[in-house]
């Protein structure tokens, strides 16, 4: 049975000694050798491997896992409002990775720190098609980038206050403005 979060619950201890993703994971244990304490927490989670990694060492992962591990395509990211989740910090990014050689992915999460202001070293410079997704992120929900150079709103009317995609966001305060274009010609016009 799996829970709300996608976790396996394992009753038997033995059970889940064998199959820590990391213990049996080459790029998990490469990781870890390379990032030691930046490395939070490894899971499986709907059957992908998840590797939490502090916001200090995601450039330095994404480096590595890039260079030396063969990840070298980055499916997307995105950026992620816990407010109603039990967890100790509000924001997270999550990063979609890819090995096309041996058909590999994992998925790297990484928290913000500040919940009030949250932030986080670009990846732009690794991957260049994460500048996009930052900027959507940013527009979204208010997450930082800090070394994206073009981090901007790109999907919110100019003049838009606030982040739509936080789960405190007033969706009954912002107005929709409808504006119709004129019925073509030779089509009949529409009746009240």
């Known amino acids: 049975m799996v829970d709300e979060t996608g976790e396996s619950p394992i009753a038997d201890e033995s059970v889940a000694k064998e199959e820590k993703p990391e213990e049996c994971d080459e790029d998990v244990r490469a990781l870890r050798g390379k990032l030691g304490a930046g490395v939070l927490l490894v ?12 916001p200090a060492s995601l450039v330095a ?8 591990r063969g990840f070298d395509m980055l499916s997307f990211l995105a950026g992620v409002d ?3 989740l039990p967890v100790s910090r509000r924001f997270k990014v999550t990063y979609s990775l890819l090995d096309l050689d041996r058909a590999k992915r994992i998925r790297l999460e990484v928290p913000c720190e500040d919940d009030l202001a949250p932030s986080l070293p670009s990846v732009a410079g690794v991957w260049p098609t994460a ?3 930052e900027c959507e992120a940013y527009d979204l929900l208010g997450i930082v980038f800090e070394g994206n150079d073009n981090l901007e709103r790109i999907l919110t009317p100019d003049g838009f206050e606030g982040y739509p995609h936080r789960k405190d966001f007033d969706i ?5 403005a409808f504006s119709f274009r004129s019925t073509p010609e030779g089509k009949p016009e529409a009746t009240e």
Do not use: G, T
Request: aromatic share 4%; charged share 25%.
């Open 43 to 54: 899971r499986l989670h709907r059957d992908q491997l998840a590797i939490e990694i502090a």
């Open 61 to 68: 992962a994404a480096n590595f896992l890039r260079d030396s």
């Open 82 to 84: 816990c407010l109603e």
């Open 131 to 133: 500048a996009p997704h």
């Open 172 to 176: 009954s305060s912002e107005p929709v």
